[in-house]
């Protein structure tokens, strides 16, 4: 049997996908342990499997079958072109939420802003802000211990002076006036705990995802937070389940009729952001 890297690895991606996982994984976890690029990899494939790196491959290949996030083993994943440490105490960040960075981003210049990212996991959302506007203020805040230590660390790895801020929501910063409040709440509802891929489920930090009222209660206790606290020029930037887009752009409008409110799709077509401005 030949033992190249290119059989090692389709041997265990069709292992995988035979078994309902995703192929692909046992590649991507290969290549980030070893830093290679594409290219490097297409140099290499036809090489000997080393016996250590047999064992490495068959140890992943054996965790991906108990449907561990790649990230997780890794103890990294990569957003906005920084690399970012995650643990099971944080949400691993998705593609979609760079598209609100994005937008956040484009939207808004270099002037100095008050900007508060609440519920902020590995700190992607607002690490990602500061080093792309260093004249922003950016504060951080979230009501896990454990994924504000995750984010102060990946704020101090990567040289971005965010403040950091255990609590509930926009409480630890209602003393200021947020010219930008953005964030990814949760917003899973109960009923679509089936839909979920087995992953998340197993792995990924409930507090992080889901919310009671139909995935809606974070955004209604942030509009209404908001109201005291926003600059009157304020702006809102939420990423959103795929359905809710309707619903929680009512919600901000009530509560701020003289905002111009719209739903953004993100790059696969779906409902993800609702921005006021």
């Given at each position: 049997m030949a033992n190249n890297y290119f059989e090692v690895l389709k041997r265990a991606s069709s292992f995988l996908e035979?078994?309902?996982?995703?192929?692909?994984a046992i590649e991507y976890l290969f290549l980030e342990?070893?830093?290679?690029?594409k290219t490097e990899w297409l140099l290499h494939m036809r090489e000997e499997a080393s016996q250590e790196d047999q064992k490495q491959i068959a140890a992943d290949l054996e965790q991906l079958m108990e449907d561990h996030p790649p990230q997780y083993l890794l103890g990294y994943s990569d957003f906005y072109g920084h690399h970012f440490s995650v643990s099971q105490a944080t949400l691993i960040p998705r593609p979609e939420t760079e598209e609100?960075?994005?937008?956040?981003?484009?939207?808004?210049?270099?002037?100095?802003?008050?900007?508060?990212d609440v519920g902020t996991g590995t700190g992607a959302i607002a690490v990602?802000?500061?080093l792309a506007r260093p004249n922003w203020q950016v504060l951080a805040v979230d009501l896990s211990e454990e994924a504000l230590a995750v984010a102060e660390k990946n704020a101090a790895d990567l040289g971005a002076d965010v403040s950091f801020f255990w609590g509930n929501g926009l409480a630890p910063v209602r003393d200021r006036k947020i010219d930008i409040l953005i964030s990814n709440p949760p917003y899973i509802s109960e009923e679509e705990w089936e839909l979920m891929d087995d992953s998340v489920k197993k792995y990924e930090p409930h507090m992080a995802l889901f919310a009671e009222n139909q995935g809606l209660a974070i955004y209604e206790q942030l509009i209404r937070e908001a109201k005291e606290c926003l600059a009157p020029k304020g702006k809102i930037y939420f990423e959103i389940?795929?359905?809710?887009?309707?619903?929680?752009?009512?919600?901000?409008?009530?509560?701020?009729?003289?905002?111009?409110?719209?739903?953004?799709?993100?790059?696969?077509?779906?409902?993800?952001?609702?921005?006021a401005d």
């Open positions: 035979e078994n309902g996982k995703e192929g692909h342990r070893k830093g290679w690029s609100l960075v994005e937008h956040c981003l484009n939207e808004n210049e270099q002037e100095s802003l008050t900007v508060v990602s802000l500061k389940g795929f359905q809710q887009g309707a619903i929680v752009k009512q919600l901000i409008e009530a509560a701020f009729p003289e905002k111009e409110v719209r739903v953004e799709q993100d790059l696969s077509g779906n409902d993800r952001m609702v921005i």
